[in-house]
Structure formats: structure tokens, C-alpha cells
């Protein structure tokens, strides 16, 4: 897609800005009103798109609020915060690519409600092809369970076998994706035992997680749907084949079971920080269930966007390997990108909210931030971050802090997220 260039002046100097028709975006206030006094802030952006952002801080107050609550530990911070115009209030390390654990899902689900839409639902199906044979694909749903699982083995008893009616052996066919696409390779052995680190499947039963992950899901599938099929009174010969085998010329569609929503999956993998559905996301937003292809369309969805790439690097779709990048400035520009997007509503509905739901409930219950402030956590050793948006009397504003190697992080995004809701016009102190 061609990208326009616009130029907006800050003081003599000119910034790209890129204008993208990609998305249908809500204009933004195209002047602002200024007090006097200094310091004045930079210009509003244009209309449409994003400017990859200028180093001058907005808000010295608020940044000398930022300093203050990371004190000594400045070096392993990086914080940045966004007003709704996008001006850049205040700033530690914001230009430092950081280790962003799950905040990295943020990327996923707005490339998912981008490309996929509201409306989007994964399917399991059931095929019959020609020769009597069925064929059983999926697309990852993690909200397939086993009243799916026995209504697929019911019909599967009812047909196929070698004649077509319901005697003799049912052939079924798998279709799945290899034993060596299961796991994003950099996801440590360890964690794949659990049940966050589940392997990521097409035909996944209760997201290839029973308290721990399920290191085999298709020979688990393989065992439960024999058992259904042989309680309907009938025998199964299971094969498989890789997935994209397309079916034969006059196969049949005998079943499609949907997954729930697609704010519910988005819910699942923002609100609920589940890691298997913010892969399945990934894969399904931008149409690939090879990882590298999927890292790679991940990366240019973002360019599209005109967020500032540098240090970005899109590994995994749900932060859970450690060689992901991404820095405070891009997750602050990308929510800003998303709350001009026509699924802006969709988008900031399915994160955690503070003291009501989701991984933020028992961060800051009883304080000003309870019900004001909606993001996504991350948290892996040495790890913590938090990226979302606080309502203010002054409108939103975009924030995110992450940490790699904090001692106390928790108590200084309070801090800072407390410091920025008492913030009105940045043109006077605190």
C-alpha cells in the first residue's frame, strides 16, 4: 500500500507524518486551545495518521513525577505517556526496546480485530469426502470443549465407513499442523509444561490444557473421540494429514462448530492474559499458521500503521518468549492508533480493568485508578509491565510502563499512573 506524507512543524523543525487510508479512522480536534503560559505544547497531529514521534516532552510536571517515582532505578524503566492529541506528556526510556511479556498480546488481538473484524469466529469442521472418509480441521479454537467434541463423534458415528452408512469402521482424518510448529522455538521446555505454555494446535480440545499443558493434543483427541464414536456403538480407524490438504473435488461440510465471540477471545487473551488464544490470534489475523510468516505480515501490519518501529521485533504472539522487543513509545502510539480505529470500542472492551476484571482486579482496588484506567499486564521473571488507557477529566490518556529488572514495580506504576490522572494541563506544576 502506498503511504502519503504529510509534514507538521514543531518549532522550525518538520516531522513525517504518514497518512494511511488502511484504516477508516475518526478525525481527531484539528486545533486545541493553549493557554499562555509556557511551556506550549507541540502541534496536534494531522487528522489522519501518526508522526513517529518527537523527543520534546509535553509535561515537565508529570516528568518530574516519572523521575521521582523511579528514582534510582531509572536504567531498567522504560515509561511513556500519550495524550489523545498525541503529544508525548513525559518519557523515561521510551525510545529502549524492552522484554515485553504479555503485553506483546496488545500487537496480536489489534492486528486480529483489524484484519478479522467483530463478527470473526473460528471453526471446527467435519467433512465427508467422496470415498466415505472424514476429515476433521480446525482453527485453534480455545473455547472448544467436549459437548463440541461428543455432538462432532455423534454425527461421526452416523456416517462414513467404507459404504457410506452407519456399519463398519469410521475413517477419520485428522488435519494438523506438525509436531515442530506446536511451540514458538524460543518458549523455554519448562514452560511448556504448563498450562500457559500449552502447544499451539489446529484441533485444540480445552486449549491443550488439563492444569498442565497436554504434551501430545492430537493423541488425547485421538483417545476421546474414540471413546465418544465407540459409546455411539461404532469402531474408528484415525489418520492424519497436514494441515491445508485440501479436500477432494464433492466432499461434504456435515458440521461447523464456532467458537464463542471474538470479544470474548480477545477477552480470553487481554483481559485473562491467555497465551494460547493470543497465538491462535496472531496466526488467524494475519492468515498464517507459520510462525515466521505470521512474525513477518505482524511486522509489516505495524509499518502500515506509521508506529515507531525501531527495536521492534514481533516473535511469538503472546509474549511469552523472551526475544520479543518492543519499546514504551510504539505500545503508547499503538493504542492511540487503535482508539482512532472504527473497532476502538471492541478493542479497549475486551482488556483488564482495574479493581473490576480481568489481571488488573487486584491491582489498586479502593483508589482513584478503580474502573479508570484499562490495559494489559505482563509478567515473566524479571519482567513487569503494564500498558493501557486512563480516563482522565481531560480525556484519555495512553500509558505504558515496562520493567526489566525492577525491584518493586508494582508500587511505582501506581505512582505513575496516580501522578498522570491528576495532571490537567500540563502548564502547571503539580
Known sequence: ???????????????????????????????????????????????????????????????????????????????????????????????????????????????????????????????????????????????????????????????????????????????????????PQGWSYADRDYGYGAPITRLALTANAVDMSVSDPPARLERLISQEISRNGRQVAISSVPAGTPEPEGSLLLLSEPSSSMHHLMSLANAESHNFTAEVLLREGTGSWSLPVAEQRAMDWLRQQGLPMQGVSVIDGSGLDRSNRVTTRFFTALLLRMYQHPYAQNYFGSMAVVGQRGTLEGYFRGSSLEGRFSGKTGTISGVKAITGRLLTSDGPLFVSMISNGSSAPVPVMGQVLKAAQRISSCQQPL
Not at 494511511?20 to 511551556?39: G, K, T
Not at 461421526?156 to 506446536?182: D, I, K, M, N
Open 1 to 183: 500500500m502506498k503511504l502519503s506524507k504529510l509534514l507538521i512543524t514543531l518549532g522550525t523543525a518538520s516531522l513525517p507524518v504518514l497518512s494511511l487510508p488502511l484504516l477508516s479512522l475518526a478525525p481527531l480536534a484539528a486545533n486545541a486551545q493553549q493557554s499562555q503560559p509556557a511551556p506550549t505544547p507541540p502541534p496536534l497531529l494531522a487528522p489522519m495518521g501518526l508522526p513517529l514521534y518527537q523527543s520534546q516532552i509535553s509535561c515537565p510536571s508529570l516528568q518530574r513525577q516519572l523521575q521521582i517515582a523511579v528514582g534510582n532505578e531509572a536504567p531498567v524503566w522504560s515509561i511513556s505517556v500519550l495524550d489523545q492529541n498525541g503529544r508525548l506528556l513525559a518519557d523515561i526510556n521510551g525510545d529502549r526496546p524492552r522484554i515485553p511479556a504479555s503485553n506483546q498480546k496488545l500487537i496480536s488481538t489489534a492486528i486480529a480485530i483489524d484484519r478479522l473484524g467483530p463478527d470473526h469466529r473460528l471453526s471446527t469442521e467435519l467433512w465427508q469426502l467422496p470415498d466415505g472418509t472424514l476429515r476433521l480441521q480446525g482453527s485453534g479454537d480455545p473455547t472448544m470443549g467436549f459437548p463440541q467434541l461428543r455432538r462432532i463423534a455423534k454425527l461421526a458415528s452416523g456416517s462414513g465407513g467404507s459404504s457410506g452408512v452407519a456399519t463398519g469402521t469410521v475413517r477419520l482424518q485428522f488435519e494438523e499442523e506438525p509436531r515442530s510448529r506446536w511451540w
